[in-house]
């Protein structure tokens, strides 16, 4: 009977979709009409109670498809049927965000059970809260900061349909107990999740008792103080078409509900989640005459508004592209309509036409006393007129504030994408006329800081939009706190901290874990910016092009012997040495001093037209041997542990302008003996000692820098090309390297001065009257004489010719006087003087060993007594600083015997004290004037005192640096104005730093060892860097700004100008 009569063509099913007449419909069935949205699933004996009501609900309905009526699709077909049947799927989001408005946003807790007013979660603070939390130290002026400080939660980024908007006055009472700053009550924050159809908060679990076993256990809650689960009734209920809602006080209804039409309950819940009333246009406002048709395609089909920035869905079906966005948030990825999956990125824009007779479509005016009809596209204007002539007549009233909201997003066109969808080109053609806008504005009124503006613009536009701690994190990092450093300063704090990989990697991730921020930047960034600061990043050329030297310029670390021309006999160097190509450093180095050179141009009044005939740069260059340096760590082939270093400082730069004789200094290096300023060239593991190797090594380097003599430089420098000439002058070398270099005899020689040819006899006869004869073209010379022997002498003959040159000079150095290993060498000769006086040597001759060492003894005990100055096994630099000091001679002179011993002693220090400042001083001429003028008199009287009271020690005898003291100080200084700029005292303040960075960068090779020492130690010398560790200096204040700065008052002015770069 029942089969007859579903296939009897007068059924209802004849009717319906062909979904219904599928096979497989009997499987379908129950899964369509389990979802949660419409009613609960039915039990298996409830299978054919839920089948009769299937067949009621179709034959009520009409045809369609069955996707739409099991899923609540928004046809008028669905929602304003025969029987009026809303969407469920809506009135459950509505039910679930009334819920929401009766829970605390922290505790989850249901805000009528906490006595006390609730509060806005994102609200400003009230006066009282306020005023009370100031009073306690917080300085905040919002909801969200103070929860963000206190519950450690951000509700900055909450939304309406999944957070709570309120907080009771329970979480209130905790924050204000606090202070603003912590809590002492333990609060667990509710993890809010969207709205499913398994919702805790619209269907919560009942507390009941399951038997388990032979025990009762109570289940645990899944919410606290959530409202019952609302009742539904089935389909075939009498109440199905009917909503109710309570009814106002003043209404005189008896049963306390007011029933609302289905269709304007759906515009309710629509317009609780779009929130476009104030935004889009009405469809009042178009003409009655209007077919319903029309208008219903120009209307959105989520708002009911008319179409505003309209976009089509796949499906053909028209919205406001804001409207379709929040409700594909809030409902799911669901056109409303015919409910198929809809991605936003899918949506396009209307055709054309269709735009043209949407802005086309007439509007009536809603300003008062105005009736005109005006067309959409023209409705902005028009507006705009009302606005302006109102308000030339009255302030401004709130009313008028919202007459933006007539005023329609696009004016029609081709598909507009979003601005950052575009391509760069795009973005920049369409934000044409605000760039022009704001590039006035920053002219006119901030001096042409554009960034300034644009930075500020967005801020406030954090502000507005609640995101307080991107605008924070903005703002710091305007000011320079902190938020984000830039790489060049995380570059700064590493190297100059010698903080390995490890160990900054390790200050990274604890920073960030701690504060929550990335204040430091990664390993790979600080490598990144390790690029424009190492040799081999920017262009240049040499004109004409250097001999035997590669023209490529992106050259980084090479092999320390690459360009040696090894000939037949020679055997591989057993070293490793590293080392950046000579022309390429410069060239770093040079960019380095770009802001110092411009700086100096502008210092002058010299402007491009008048330097035309390029720069001058003067090069010192120094060489020393960092002796014992060896580690337990690191592998590779069997080198000494002694390692040698080769630097090269650039002392000034000048340039001669057009009409002016004596050329400009436009670069001075302030601190010539810094190791900031000492850039590092070459380290190589070998023993200075070892000719053949050191000679190897350098001398790729020496042809190189004969190469760079003869030609110039071309580098861009201040946005031109400029070139540049370099003098080299190999100054920084002690007695030992200068030897080495010139191919001279040892220290130990007969022939005591490697600036003139005088023997020790000579020297210790004669101590002044002497003057510098030797050159590295001359040393040469006699060094052809020496191998070729053309007139056949002996060997003490030929040695007298050569006057001690036995081997050939491989690179030039400058005949003058190293200032620190010069005070060194004399305060190993005053030491000595003063254990003789101490033992009255005067008296005796050739005391034996036992008391020498006693009188040692004497001075170290009587030294550590008055002076605290410790014995050393080696004479250093600060030993012989304190050591050369009267206080020191006064308490030696403690021990003499002798009056006159005594009184000889402490004239020949202040002799010396008065002499010493003239080769110490880097500008003797302007620091020290007078000992300069008085110094030729000061040596013959200190001469003077040596030859006679002092003639047991000098007698036929004298030391190298004595000699050169007395004998070449004032024709030094004559010739180059300075002894104490071009010494070597900058390249001995590196051996401290290679070790230092040996540790820091500790590696199983010793070949990527050295490599990463050469790197951080240049990178170290970098005055871009230097600049960042200036102005973090005594930072202490910094650091903390930068890793928490809520907890720095705002009286504190921290001093920290990171420049821009």
């Known amino acids: 009977m029942e089969k007859e009569r579903w296939s009897s063509e007068d059924a209802p099913r004849a009717s319906m979709p062909d979904e219904l007449s599928h096979p497989k419909f009997s499987e379908w069935k129950f899964k369509l009409f389990r979802v949660k949205s419409m009613e609960k699933a039915p039990l ?424 307080h701690k991107q605008a924070d994190e903005l703002e710091a990092t305007m000011q320079g706190r902190g938020f984000g450093l830039h790489p060049a300063v995380c570059l700064a704090i590493r190297v100059n901290t010698f903080l390995s990989c490890s160990q900054y990697h390790k200050m990274y991730r604890t920073v960030k874990a701690t504060s929550g921020r990335q204040i430091f930047q990664p390993l790979h960034t600080l490598r990144n910016a390790e690029k424009e600061l190492l040799p081999g990043y920017h262009q240049f050329e040499w004109q004409p092009a250097l001999k035997n030297v590669s023209t490529s310029w992106d050259v980084g670390i090479i092999d320390g012997l690459s360009g040696w021309t090894s000939s037949v006999d020679d055997v591989p160097a057993d070293t490793i040495a590293r080392r950046f190509r000579y022309d390429v450093a410069l060239v770093s180095a040079l960019k380095d001093l770009e802001e110092d050179i411009m700086e100096g141009l502008r210092e002058r009044g010299l402007d491009d037209s008048t330097c035309t005939s390029g720069f001058t740069v003067v090069v010192k260059e120094s060489c020393d041997g960092m002796g014992d340096v060896s580690e337990k760590h690191g592998s590779g082939p069997a080198v000494p542990e002694k390692a040698v270093r080769f630097s090269f400082t650039i002392m000034s730069i000048s340039i001669r302008a057009e009409g002016e004789e004596d050329a400009i200094t436009i670069f001075q290096e302030q601190k010539p003996n810094s190791e900031l300023s000492c850039r590092p060239l070459c380290l190589m593991f070998v023993d200075e000692s070892d000719h053949e190797t050191l000679t190897a090594i350098l001398g790729p380097v020496v042809a190189e820098r004969k190469a760079m003599l003869e ?83 002996s060997a003490d003959e030929l040695r007298d010719r050569v006057k001690g040159v036995s081997a050939k000079p491989f690179m030039e150095t400058q005949p003058t006087l190293d200032a620190l290993h010069c005070d060194i060498g004399n305060a190993t000769e005053f030491y000595k003087i003063f254990q003789d006086e101490i033992g009255e040597v005067f008296l005796q001759s050739n005391p034996s060993r036992e008391e020498r060492r006693r009188w040692r003894s004497a001075l170290d005990k009587q030294l550590r007594k008055k002076l605290k100055l410790k014995p050393v096994m080696r004479m250093n630099g600060n030993f012989a600083r304190k050591l050369m000091t009267r206080e020191a001679a006064e308490a030696v002179c403690e021990l003499i015997p002798s009056e006159e011993r005594r009184e000889a002693l402490l004239k020949l220090m202040d002799l010396y004290l008065q002499m010493k400042p003239v080769w110490r001083s880097t500008y003797p001429s302007r620091d020290c004037p007078d000992q300069l003028c008085q110094y030729s008199y000061n040596s013959q009287q200190f001469a003077d005192l040596l030859s006679t009271t002092f003639k047991y020690r000098y007698d036929g005898k004298i030391t190298n640096y004595l000699h050169k003291t007395l004998a070449h100080v004032p024709e030094i200084i004559e010739r180059d104005g300075s002894i104490g700029a071009w010494a070597s005292e900058g390249n001995e303040s590196g051996n401290k730093l290679f070790r230092r960075f040996r540790k820091m960068n500790a590696r199983q090779s010793k070949t990527f060892e050295l490599e990463d020492v050469l790197k951080h130690h240049w990178l170290y010398t970098s005055k871009y860097l230097q600049k960042f560790m200036e102005a973090h200096k005594n930072s202490a204040k910094a650091l903390q700004a930068t890793i928490n700065p809520e907890e720095i008052p705002e009286e504190v002015d921290l001093d920290l100008e990171i420049p821009d770069f």
């Open 711 to 793: 030609s110039r430089l071309i580098l861009s420098v201040g946005g031109l090309l400029r070139s540049f000439r370099f003098f080299f002058r190999g100054t920084g070398y002690d007695e030992k390297m200068v030897r080495e270099m010139e191919g001279l005899e040892a220290s130990g020689s007969t022939y005591v001065c490697t600036l003139c040819d005088s023997t020790r006899a000579e020297a210790s006869q004669n101590m002044v009257l002497h003057s510098i004869t030797r050159c590295h073209g001359e040393n040469l010379e006699r060094y052809e004489i020496w191998r070729t022997n053309p007139f056949s002498e």
């Open 44 to 467: 298996p004996n409830e299978a054919q109670v839920e089948k009769e009501n299937l067949a009621e609900v179709e034959m009520v309905g009409s045809p369609g498809s069955v996707m739409k009526l099991c899923f609540g699709g928004k046809s008028k077909e669905n929602v304003e049927g025969a029987r009026g049947r809303v969407d469920l799927k809506l009135q459950e989001i509505d039910n679930h965000m009334n819920l929401l408005k009766s829970l605390c946003r922290l505790c989850g807790l249901a805000i009528r059970k906490a006595k006390g007013p609730a509060h806005e979660i994102q609200g400003d603070l009230e006066e009282s809260s306020r005023c009370a939390l100031r009073r306690m130290g917080c300085k905040f002026a919002t909801w969200p900061e103070v929860i963000s400080k206190v519950f450690k939660v951000d509700v900055t980024t909450d939304m309406e349909t999944v957070h709570p908007s309120l907080f009771c006055h329970r979480c209130w009472s905790a924050a204000m107990r606090g202070g603003g700053f912590c809590t002492f009550t333990r609060t667990t924050i509710p993890n809010w999740e969207p709205h499913t159809s398994h919702c805790n908060i619209c269907f919560p679990r009942k507390t009941s008792f399951r038997r388990m076993g032979r025990k009762r256990v109570k289940l645990l809650k899944g919410s606290h103080g959530l409202s019952k689960r609302i009742k539904r009734d089935s389909p075939t209920s009498s109440g199905v078409n009917k909503l109710w809602r309570h009814a106002p006080e003043n209404l005189g209804t008896t049963g306390g509900k007011e029933w609302l039409k289905p269709s304007f309950q759906r515009g309710q819940w629509v317009k609780s989640i779009t929130h476009c009333q104030k935004d889009h246009l009405s469809t009042k406002l178009v003409p009655q005459e209007l077919p319903v048709d029309l208008m219903c395609a120009f209307t959105c089909q989520v708002c009911d508004h008319l179409l505003s920035d309209p976009v089509q869905s796949p499906c053909q079906h028209l919205f406001c592209r804001l409207c379709i966005v929040k409700y594909s948030h809030a409902l799911g990825p669901n056109c409303p309509t015919c409910n198929q999956h809809l991605n936003p990125s899918h949506l396009t824009r209307p055709a054309k036409f269709f735009l043209t007779t949407l802005n086309s479509l007439p509007l009536l005016c809603p300003s008062e006393g105005c009736e005109e009809w005006v067309r959409l596209d023209s409705f902005r204007e028009h507006c705009l007129n009302h606005y302006h002539a109102k308000e030339s007549q009255e302030e401004q009233t709130p009313s008028e504030k919202n007459l933006d909201s007539y005023l329609p997003v696009n004016k029609g066109g081709r598909p507009r994408q979003h601005l950052l969808s575009l391509t760069r080109r795009a973005q920049k053609h369409r934000l044409r006329d605000l760039k022009n806008h704001v590039k006035i504005f920053a002219d006119k009124e901030e001096g042409g800081d554009v960034k300034s503006v644009c930075l500020t613009l967005f801020l406030l536009a954090l502000r507005a939009g609640n995101e």
